[in-house]
């Protein structure tokens, strides 16, 4: 450094560390003429105070600045030596003088002046101009080892904690645990994987549950006009929940001229007055949503009632709904374009005079049909359908969705006996619907409907569930095509009705018979689902006899898939056909044995006045049955041995039971009075089989030649309380005409495999007890 670079002023020295671009230090001066000054001979050059709290800091600093490899961050080492002697090397030798110790002040400069630094200052980024390595500390001696033995402490700055850090004795450890928290990481996240790919599909809330019929009508008033509505059903959710019930289909609402009790929609956005209002609808879904419930309300597509103003501006002419319905030329003499039948008779053509045509109505005359040959109409029933998803609903129960579509060419469909006169054809059993049912098209509108319902289904938890009606009797083929295919989607289930018959042949292999009807033509991997009763049909505990009615409900809910309940059949609830008055239902009145006002009489809730179905007024739209006093719920819930005891503690074993839900059936033995099966799961040593005697006389089982059953049995549960919790041996299984056995035994060896042909499951799942975990096997 020259000493033109060194400028005296007032006897002060000013300098400045600048770090240029490359990285590097140098030192600068500013100079300017001051009068010379007196030495002053005490003056102390450079005086560096080490206070004792920072001696760690400054120790750290002014080590050496060459890194290790081992710790690059302790080669980060700036030092006040290279200051002084970079500071000096340049000035000449009677100019430059150092002194340095603990305690003592350094002073650089002549006889002109000189320069006073204080306490030191430090800057870590310093390096030589020239590239070169620091200077060496005269100090270092004494510094170096009163450093070594300073160690970790708490509050230690970070320069010692990084200088401490890189020893091998804590970098180790910590390169280990960091080590095994990545292996442990990926070890939970395959394993995580593992079992999101194994484990078998969350049930959904149609497949846990059974479906509980309500036909508003009959249910509750809560007004006392003697018709059941919204507000009676918010009144009795209790009832649902008393049954462990989460699914409640609810018949139509909509506003109704009530020709065909509610069939015949006039306004597909409208409560009927009758049932309550839009608001009413509203708080009873909410309530119900509250509690845990579903609500699946009835579509209706196929007609609307000739009160629709859809079908007044279609009679008019209008351009836009000219084609809305089904229409044909004829005159008023003659309005049969064809054969076609109504499903209750006569002729399915009426003349219209305003519009001077024919048009098709397979029901009601006053029930016209759609023509969903016509894209506004699919557009109309999409928005329809949007417009109740909107409002909450969980699912729709599709009415007779084989009518949707008709032959275009309106032919003359075959008469079933050809030799019968041609215009004597007046009943529906008179003819092979050909050309007004399943009609090529059906299928792709239903998988419109199904996609639409889809999109609304995105939201855990709000599966919105479709079932479709459909009657095809020996035609099972027909019903099966509802499931859709493996790639496209139509309904959850096709509803099954094949059960209906059951009161035709009481015997085990009748029973075995309906129910492998369906099991063996259902498409892999698919839903089964059970009814025995509905409104158009006789109540089963009439038809079959009160005496089977708690082997039939055993049955319904110990078989594979969902069963559905029509309201009352879990109290045994029997025909009221000592109705009187005319008719209600349009079928009795063309033909009064085919009415259906016995089966939907209103529901007996207690001994109180009206059944306690209208406690205001002593009302009722259809007639109460006579033995209310005796079955009704209340008087049901206070009796153990009820029809509801067993009801509710069948639908509780089902929910509870894995081998119910998602385990295998397979039929055992089937003679004239008994159906037996069994329901297994893989991999879970606790399996059930179900003794059911459809007879008339007591039977005794002898089931010795199934070796995978254990030799002695244990009935868990009898339609017979006194033969609960007997044991029995497998070769000696008594029964009573009527009465059913759940019995559970144990066993590690399963039915199924050895019985393939026998066994049915929807979706194989086993069981890992080790860690109560199911898995896809």
Known sequence: MRCSDVGITSNRFTSSVPLTPEGNEHFSYSSSPSPPQTKQPNLHPLTIHPAAPRIPQVAARVRGRKRSADCPLASRQGTLRNLSSSSHSDLPEKERSATRSDGQRMQVGGDSGGMELGDGSLNPGFRDVDGGSAAEDPGKEKRDPEYAQIKPYAGMPKEVLLLHSCKARYRVPREILFWLMVA???????????????????MNWWQVSPVYQVYLRSFKDSDGDGVGDL?????????????????????????????????????????????????????????????????????????????????????TGDPHYKDYYVWSDCNGSAPRPNNWVSVFGNSAWTYDDVRGQCYLHQFLKEQPDLNFRNPHVRKEMTDIIHFWLEKGVDG??????????????LRDEPQVDPKKAPESVASVW???HDYTTS?????DLLRDWRAEMQAYSREPGRYRFMVTESYDYHEVDKTMMYYGTSLVKESDFPFNFYLLDLPQNTSGLWVKHLVQLWMANMPKGQWPNWLVGNH??????????????????????????????????????????????PARDPAG??????????????????????????????????????DYRSINVKAQMEDEGSVLAQYRSLNTLRQSELPFLRGWFCFVHADASVFSYLRELDGLSRAFLMVLNFGGEPAVTDLSSVPELPDLLTVQMSTNRSNDDKVLHKSRIPTEAGEGLVIQYTTNTRFHPNHPEQCYVSEKACYLSAVDLLYQC
């Not at 879904?285 to 609500?295: D, Q, T, V």
């Not at 009609?439 to 299928?443: D, K, M, P, R, T």
């Not at 089963?540 to 559905?564: F, K, V």
């Open 430 to 432: 008179d003819l092979h």
């Open 439 to 443: 009609q090529l098209g059906l299928h």
């Open 536 to 581: 158009d049909q006789p109540r089963i505990a009439s038809s079959a006899g009160h005496t089977y009615i708690r082997a039939i409900n055993m049955l319904l809910l110990t078989l594979p898939g969902t069963p559905t309940t029509y309201y009352g059949e879990e109290i045994g609830m029997e025909n009221n056909n000592g109705t009187d008055g």
């Open 184 to 202: 442990c990481t990926l070890a939970l996240v395959a394993l995580t994987v593992t079992v999101i790919a194994l484990s078998p599909r969350c």
């Open 231 to 315: 507000k009676g059903i918010q009144k009795q959710l209790e009832h649902f929940q008393y049954l462990n019930i989460k699914s409640v289909w609810v018949s139509p609402f909509y506003r109704s001229p009530l020709r065909d009790s509610g069939y015949d929609v006039e306004d597909f956005r409208a409560i009927d007055p009758l049932f309550g209002t839009m608001q009413d609808f509203e708080k009873l879904l909410a309530e119900m949503h509250s509690k845990g419930l579903k609500l699946i309300v009835d579509l209706i597509p196929n007609h609307t009632s000739d009160r629709h103003r859809w079908f007044n501006l279609s009679r």
């Open 396 to 409: 729709f129960r599709v009415g007779a969705v084989n009518r949707l579509l008709e032959a275009a060419h």
């Open 589 to 626: 009145k063309y033909n009064a044995s085919a009415s259906q006002d016995p089966q939907r009489s209103p529901m007996q809730w207690s001994s109180d006045m009206n059944a306690g179905f209208n406690n205001k007024t002593n009302t009722t739209w259809l007639p109460l049955h006579p």
